[in-house]
């Protein structure tokens, strides 16, 4: 009887933990003077999806190699590459309030700078704002070139649902 008991206990105590488990959200940690966030926890049980660094795509096909109206400026080419991490977001059934870590890389532009502004004005229109107030856990990180002498920005997304 007390076996019994005892393994009734521990089943009780197994659900609840399951259970407890399986109803934990996502969780954003905050930083509200930040546009991103201190961090995220994701629960397990919760699907996750990577998106590849995705670039911008070309606006000017008849721009040769080093031409930098092929992408255009690195405002251009953020909102191109956050319009790309969407489409890939939703063809498998993901969209951008999923998004909860972005890797972002940058490079000089033709002045020999990295216009980090406009890469915060892009980052504005796809999230923290009112039609998307989640904010990221964010890496923005200056290098010297990307794989095209053209490029000036790609992103990496990574989205859990």
């Known amino acids: 009887m007390k076996n019994s008991l005892a393994l009734v206990l521990i089943g009780l105590m197994l659900f609840s933990c399951q259970k407890n488990k399986e109803s934990k959200e996502i969780k954003r940690i905050d930083r509200p003077e930040s546009s991103i966030l201190k961090g995220v926890f994701i629960p397990e049980g919760k699907d996750v999806f990577y998106t590849s660094g995705l670039v911008s795509e070309v606006l000017n096909p008849n ?31 993901y969209n951008m309030e999923d998004v909860f870590f972005l890797r972002v890389y940058l ?48 992103i990496e997304a990574v989205a859990a649902k």
Request: proline residues 4%.
């Open 63 to 93: 721009a040769g190699v080093g031409d930098m109206s092929k992408y255009g400026n690195t405002y251009q080419q953020s909102i191109g590459a956050l319009k790309r991490i969407k489409e890939t977001l939703e063809a498998e059934g």
């Open 107 to 154: 490079a000089p532009d033709e002045t020999g700078e990295i216009d980090w502004d406009a890469w915060f004005k892009a980052y504005g229109e796809y999230f923290n704002n009112e039609d998307n107030p989640n904010k990221v856990a964010r890496s923005t990180i200056g290098v010297y070139k990307l794989a095209r002498p053209e490029l000036l920005v790609e």
